[in-house]
């Protein structure tokens, strides 16, 4: 190599560790809770029941949310107390599918780390993966996301998502639960007619044969799983597979199996194919779960939707049809959660998209229950998370009024009873630059 390239290969690298400095987050975690936190005068979204309004109190220690009333506070020994008059106290926002941790630039390949080689990888856990350090978590952690399923990406079998808290000096302290289920991207049912200017489109036939080797290699891989863990029953001593050993929890039933899926043909297909194998499935995507609702409601199986901000999936639907799809699912009585559907940098604007479904039909209190209750009954969370009720996790936010208001601000979070940094880059960079005209003369915070 010559000099040449020599220099410009050290400087190349020099720059890609620059770049991976600059993305790391400079806020602390927060050490564990060392005295009970008594928060009152506060109106108090519960979430599981009605708010309590104006002169609320919550107590909470060790992590753990001990009483919720309203009137005068108990007197609790040695407690920090929270004069929270005029304010609102909900439970923590739960991103209910993000890759969060996981990607911090998606134009640069170093820092995204969502998917792993192979088109079947169970043995995957998303978490192991999560970057504690990344830049993009406090900027959704400051507006009330506190806790997120991170799903890993790409394939057929993708692996397993993680439950996490969005605040740890490692993955093992941020993890809540590293197995949570287990990620299937289901293949497309139907071939694609479009035009694609990124690769040359396979006739139609061909995409048949895709589809159902897809199909095919799905089914292979749970026979053989379902083999081999009725071999080890047997067996115990017979040689361990890790990517079988990887799939026990879904195929007991333990846990479920998040399938993606968006159009109708995927989802029916995927809820026939978990119905005849016993499993239990969440729908991950759903932009067509009204069109299956007779199907999704008889097996009772949960919707994830990953974002209402996008276009209709075709060009003869409503404009506002991903805007109404919330309200006609709840309508109907199918259980859903709200996702952001979107990349990680966008995660904080997860509230707004359930904002967009109260301006289109849907009550604002099922808005809210499908980024905080629904989401965490949804996820396996239901009895720690998504609440405000004793007994669960003080995981909650302190805030001037309405979240799903793009206006309000939080003030004050407080992770399993820790309360957490809600600075971030770009309050960091909004403070140095007020500050120069400020000193320049130009501008009068009088």
């Excluded at 400087?11 to 564990?32: K, R, W």
């Excluded at 740890?168 to 479009?194: C, F, H, K, Y």
């Excluded at 199918?334 to 009550?363: D, K």
Aim: with cysteine; glycine share 8%.
């Amino acid at each position: 190599m010559s000099n040449f390239f020599k220099r410009l290969s050290g400087s190349a690298a020099i720059l890609v560790i620059c770049g991976q400095a600059v993305a790391q987050s400079q806020q602390i975690p927060a050490p564990p809770q060392d005295a009970p936190v008594v928060i009152h005068s506060a109106t108090i979204h519960t979430v599981s029941g009605d708010p309590i309004e104006g002169n609320g109190y919550i107590v909470f220690d060790n992590g753990v949310i001990t009483d919720v009333g309203q009137g005068r506070a108990p007197r609790v020994p040695n407690a920090r107390v929270i004069d929270a008059n005029g304010l609102h106290i909900y439970p923590g926002f739960i991103a209910a599918d993000t890759t969060m941790g996981l990607t911090e630039t998606g134009s640069v390949q170093v820092t995204v780390d969502t998917t792993e080689l192979g088109r079947v990888t169970p043995e995957v856990r998303a978490a192991v993966a999560v970057n504690p350090d990344s830049s993009l978590i406090p900027v959704a952690r400051s507006n009330g996301i506190l806790t997120g399923m991170v799903f890993p990406r790409g394939g057929l079998v993708a692996g397993r998502c993680s439950t996490i808290r969005l605040d740890g000096w490692t993955w093992e302290q941020m993890a809540i639960d590293a197995e949570a289920g287990l990620v299937v991207n289901w293949p497309r049912t139907e071939p694609s007619r479009g035009f694609s200017f990124r690769r040359p489109q396979s006739s139609e036939a061909e995409q048949r044969k895709q589809i159902a080797e897809s199909l095919q290699e799905i089914e292979r891989l749970f026979d053989d799983a379902v083999a081999y863990l009725q071999a080890r029953e047997s067996d115990p001593t017979q040689a361990t597979d890790l990517r079988y050993e990887a799939m026990r929890s879904a195929i007991s039933g333990e846990k479920p199996v998040f399938v993606r899926a968006s159009s109708v043909g995927q989802i029916e297909s995927a809820i026939a194919w978990a119905t005849r194998r016993d499993l239990r499935i969440v729908i991950v995507g759903g932009q067509e779960a009204d069109k299956a609702i007779p199907l999704i409601l008889k097996h009772d199986v949960p919707v994830i939707i990953a974002g209402l901000h996008r276009l209709p999936r075709h060009r003869y639907e409503p404009y506002d049809s991903p805007f109404t799809l919330p309200a006609r699912l709840h309508t109907a009585g199918v259980r859903f959660a709200i996702a952001s559907g979107t990349s990680p940098a966008h995660e904080r604007n997860l509230n707004h998209n359930a904002a967009t479904a109260v301006a289109f039909g849907l009550a604002r209190s099922e808005a809210l229950r499908a980024v905080t209750l629904s989401a965490a009954e949804i996820l396996g969370l239901g009895d720690t998370h998504g609440s405000i009720e004793v007994g669960k996790a003080a995981t909650l936010i302190i805030t001037q009024g309405d979240p799903l208001q793009i206006t309000t601000e939080t003030l004050v979070a407080f992770i399993d009873g820790r309360q957490i940094d809600l600075g971030n880059r770009q309050k960091a960079m909004h403070e140095k630059y007020r500050e120069k005209y400020r000193q320049l003369g130009l501008l009068d915070d009088s």
